[in-house]
Every structure is written in C-alpha cells, then in structure tokens.
T-cell receptor, first 112, second 109 residues
Framework: NAGVTQTPKFRILKIGQSMTLQCTQD?????MYWYRQDPGMGLKLIYY???????DKGEVPNGYNVSRSTTEDFPLRLELAAPSQTSVYFC???????????FGQGTRLTVV | ELKVEQNPLFLSMQEGKNYTIYCNYS?????LYWYRQDPGKSLESLFV?????AVKQEGRLMASLDTKARLSTLHITAAVHDLSATYFC?????????FGTGTRLQVFP
C-alpha cells in the first residue's frame, strides 16, 4: 500500500553540486509529475511524463532533467544546484491525465 | 496555457461561520480538482469535479463547478479548527494539472 514514494525526505546541497530525487509508484499509473513548492506558494510543474519513455517540460524546467525508463520510476536530476532551487519537491502520479493525482510526501531541498 | 487563480489567498474564520473560496481558470478545463495541504505535509485529494454543474460534498466542505463561468467554489459550512489548512484548486491543462496559488485557511475559536 505504498502509493508514491519519494527519497530522500531532506537534503542539503552545496552550490554547484548535483543530485537525483527519486520517485517510484506502485499503482501502475501512466502519468507522473514533478512539482516544486516554494515557501507559502502554490505548486509549479517542472516536468511530467505520460508513459515510459515519454517526458515533457512543465512551467519551470530550467536546471532540471528527468527520465522515465519504467512505468514505476520517474527520477528528477538537478545539475549544478543553485540557491533558487531551494524548495520542496513533490512527485505525483495518476492513471490518466484527467484522473485524480496522488502525491508523495515530498523532498525538502536546501541549496547553500 | 491554462492559468488558475484562487481568492482569497488567506482566510481567517471564526468557528461556526460559513465562507467560500473561489477558483477561476483562464481556458477550458474539463476537470477541476480540490486538494488540502496541512503544514509541512503532502497534498490530499478532496474532490474531483467532472462536469458542468457538478457538486460534491464531504462533511463541512462542498465543492461545485461552473464550466461556463470558468469558476469553481469550495464552500465551508460551520467551520471547525480541524479545517485549518491550505486548500488548492487545480485545473486540467494538456496532460497536466495546473495549480492555483492556494488559500490558507485559519479557523479560530
């Protein structure tokens, strides 16, 4: 009954470092999403995927990369971390694009 | 591209009172979603509104959708402290959910 699982929960990065945020879902959902949420703000879509092998940019893709080699996994890669990427990152999935989306618990990232 | 706006951004309510949160969106959206987020937590789905005129209720919360006016509302009846949270609406863009800025609700005695 795991749903959407994100790791790590917390991470501190130094400017210029790279890291991968992991996201996996066990609901056989086709669609997966990455959002970021800045303090006191709404969610901004970074990247999304409609199925294995297919990804597309959202509203704020710069500084990030994704891949979707399997239905279950949708990792988000940060290259050359910058303080502006300090945020909480949420992964979500849905069966189709118009069905209810389920969210992971989030990864709180600080870049110093 | 779809844009979603909520108002108010912040709402402080006394217990027992009623109030409505408004969600406007810029282009056609076949679906409208409401989520709740407690401080430091993830988002929890509240309602999925599928068509014009749809109304859904759960406890003290009732959501409705008017696709012609491009408006959804979340009505709170007789607020209680447990409803304190941030509420987001989201519209359906092409293959993706677009979120509003959220309404932070505080209910006080």
């Amino acid at each position: 009954n795991a749903g959407v699982t994100q790791t790590p929960k917390f991470r501190i990065l130094k400017i210029g470092q790279s890291m991968t945020l992991q996201c996996t879902q066990d609901m056989n959902h086709n669609y997966m999403y990455w959002y970021r949420q800045d303090p006191g703000m709404g969610l901004k879509l970074i990247y999304y995927s409609v199925g294995a092998g297919i990804t597309d940019k959202g509203e704020v893709p710069n500084g990030y990369n994704v891949s979707r080699s399997t239905t279950e996994d949708f990792p988000l890669r940060l290259e050359l971390a910058a303080p502006s990427q300090t945020s909480v990152y949420f992964c979500a999935s849905s069966y189709w694009g118009d069905t209810e989306a389920f969210f992971g618990q989030g990864t709180r990232l600080t870049v110093v | 591209e779809l844009k979603v706006e909520q108002n108010p951004l912040f709402l402080s309510m006394q217990e027992g009172k009623n109030y409505t949160i408004y969600c406007n969106y810029s282009t056609t959206s076949d679906r409208l979603y409401w989520y709740r987020q407690d401080p430091g937590k993830s988002l929890e789905s509240l309602f999925v509104l599928l068509s014009n005129g749809a109304v859904k209720q759960e406890g003290r919360l009732m959501a409705s959708l008017d696709t012609k006016a491009r408006l959804s509302t979340l009505h709170i009846t007789a607020a209680v402290h447990d409803l304190s949270a941030t509420y987001f609406c989201a519209g359906l863009g092409t293959d993706k959910l677009i979120f509003g800025t959220g309404t932070r609700l505080q209910v006080f005695p």
